[in-house]
């Protein structure tokens, strides 16, 4: 199971929440015991597996399947794996940059304040591709935006040369449990480049299609303008029966 879908911890509980056996990343259960407990409560109501995210340190997505012997509910089976291949595993399909945000309380945030922790989110960065770069770009964002403006809208920031869009997704909305965000940055540079480029080939094509429009025109009006201007100024040659000058006029009009 490690090898093939990378199962980094495995637990056996009765339907009371006792532990029978565990292996692997036992540490990583001993933190999100508060969450399991419930989980494991859940689990026993219904008789149907349930998913649990725990992003309190690092994230860890668990999975609660009921076991049945002789028909009958008998033990719960726990399958932990962390979300940071997925995440890797994401990136090299995707143009999009993701990464994952811990929620923290104020002292929390005071004591794991560094690089990684967004104040103003009262939030933390687990996880995240590209790091060396979006981190600087999603905590210059949280400084400039709210939460809840980024939750409901997104936001737009531009850095240097590159222009970002990212969206926020509560991590209680993509499973049954968990307290943070799921993030996504979209660099827009290159498509942002394409439509100026086409723009600007437009307004090229626009001004030089003008242009030829109008000197077409002027090429057709040309000579009916040129003899309308002559036979106009031979009217006041009529005037004072000067008749051979309004002839050779109109004459040098044909």
């Known amino acids: 199971l490690q090898f093939n879908i990378g199962v980094e911890a495995i637990a056996f509980f009765t339907p009371d929440g006792v532990t029978l056996a565990s292996w692997g990343n036992v540490n990583a259960i001993k933190e999100a015991d508060k969450l399991l407990d419930n989980a494991i409560r859940q689990v026993k109501a219904t008789e149907r597996p349930k998913t649990v995210l725990n992003c309190q340190l690092i994230c860890q997505h668990y999975v609660l399947v009921p076991v049945l012997s002789d028909g009958h509910f008998s033990n719960i089976i726990l399958l932990g794996t962390t979300l940071a291949e997925t995440i890797v595993n994401f990136k090299k399909i995707a143009t999009t940059d993701i990464g994952i945000l811990t929620e923290l309380d104020t002292p929390a945030l005071a004591t794991n304040a ?20 979006l981190q600087d770009v999603l905590k210059n964002v949280a400084d400039k935006t709210s939460l809840d403006e980024a939750l409901k809208n997104g936001v737009a920031s531009s850095i240097e040369s590159n222009a970002y869009k990212i969206w926020l997704y509560p991590l209680r909305e993509l499973a049954d449990s968990g307290s943070g965000y799921f993030v996504t940055i979209e660099n827009m540079s290159e498509r942002l480049y394409v439509i100026r480029e086409v723009g600007q080939k437009t307004i090229v094509i626009g001004i030089f299609g003008f242009l030829v429009s109008e000197a077409i025109i002027l090429a057709i009006l040309w000579v009916p303008l040129s003899r309308l201007k002559r036979t106009a100024m031979a009217l006041p040659l009529l005037a004072q029966s000067k008749f051979d000058s309004v002839r050779a006029n109109i004459g040098r009009s044909k």
């Open 114 to 133: 560094n690089e990684r922790s967004l104040p103003r989110w009262k939030a933390k960065i687990v996880a995240l591709t590209n790091a060396d770069v």
